[in-house]
C-alpha cells in the first residue's frame, strides 16, 4: 500500500528541490526517507503544473522590483554560465527568470522609442486639427457677428418703417 504525505510535507520537500537549497532529489530522499520515485513523481508534477490543486507552485523567485530587476541584470551581464549558476543558486533565482527580465527590459525600451515617434505623429495631427478647429472657431464667430449686427441693422429698419408710416 503507497504511503500518503502530509501536503504541507509534500510542499516542503518540493522547496528544498526549488532554489535557493536546490537539493538532489537522492539528496531528499536520503535526508527526508522518501522513495526516489516519489520525489520524482513530485517533482514531475510541480515541473508539468499538473497539480496545481495539491502541490502550490511556489513563485519562481520573490518578487522584485524593476530597479532589483535591473541591478541583478548588470551584476549578471558579465558572467559565464558556471558563475551565473551559482550567483542564482545563492540569491534565489533561476537563469531563466534573469533572461526573462532582459527580454522584458529590451522589449519595453523598444516600445518606448516606437511610442515616441507614435507620440511625435498624434502629436503632429493633433497641432494640425487644432489650428484647423481654431480657424473654424474663428469663422463661425464672424458670421454670428455678422447675423448679429443684420438683425439689430433689421430690427432699426423696421422700426424706422412703422415710425413713417405712422407719420
Same mark, same amino acid.
Given at each position: 500500500?503507497? @504511503?500518503?504525505?502530509? $501536503?504541507?510535507? $509534500? +510542499?516542503?520537500?518540493?522547496?528544498?528541490?526549488?532554489?535557493?537549497?536546490?537539493?538532489?532529489?537522492?539528496?531528499?530522499?536520503?535526508?527526508?526517507?522518501?522513495?526516489?520515485? =516519489?520525489?520524482?513523481?513530485?517533482? @514531475?508534477?510541480?515541473?508539468?503544473?499538473?497539480?496545481?490543486?495539491t502541490i502550490p507552485m511556489a513563485s519562481s523567485s520573490p518578487p522584485r522590483s524593476a530597479s532589483q530587476k535591473l541591478t541583478v541584470i548588470i551584476e549578471t551581464s558579465q558572467l559565464n554560465e558556471q558563475d551565473l549558476?551559482?550567483?542564482?543558486?545563492?540569491?534565489?533565482?533561476? =537563469?531563466? +527568470?534573469i533572461d526573462n527580465w532582459k527580454a522584458d527590459f529590451v522589449k519595453s525600451s523598444k516600445n518606448q522609442s @516606437?511610442?515616441?515617434?507614435?507620440? !511625435?505623429?498624434?502629436? !503632429?495631427?493633433?497641432? =494640425?486639427?487644432? !489650428?484647423?478647429? $481654431?480657424?473654424?472657431?474663428?469663422?463661425?464667430? $464672424?458670421?454670428?457677428?455678422?447675423?448679429?449686427?443684420?438683425?439689430?441693422?433689421? !430690427?432699426?429698419? +423696421?422700426?424706422?418703417?412703422?415710425?413713417?408710416? +405712422?407719420?
Open positions: 500500500m503507497a @504511503t500518503q504525505y502530509p $501536503k504541507e510535507r $509534500k +510542499d516542503a520537500v518540493i522547496n528544498k528541490m526549488l532554489p535557493p537549497q536546490s537539493m538532489t532529489v537522492p539528496e531528499l530522499a536520503q535526508l527526508e526517507n522518501i522513495p526516489l520515485s =516519489t520525489l520524482y513523481t513530485w517533482r @514531475t508534477q510541480y515541473l508539468n503544473h499538473q497539480s496545481q490543486e549558476s551559482e550567483y542564482c543558486r545563492k540569491n534565489g533565482l533561476f =537563469t531563466s +527568470d @516606437t511610442n515616441n515617434k507614435e507620440d !511625435k505623429a498624434q502629436l !503632429k495631427q493633433l497641432r =494640425t486639427d487644432n !489650428k484647423s478647429l $481654431k480657424k473654424e472657431l474663428h469663422r463661425k464667430e $464672424k458670421a454670428l457677428v455678422e447675423a448679429a449686427a443684420l438683425l439689430v441693422l433689421r !430690427k432699426k429698419w +423696421d422700426a424706422l418703417w412703422e415710425e413713417s408710416e +405712422d407719420e
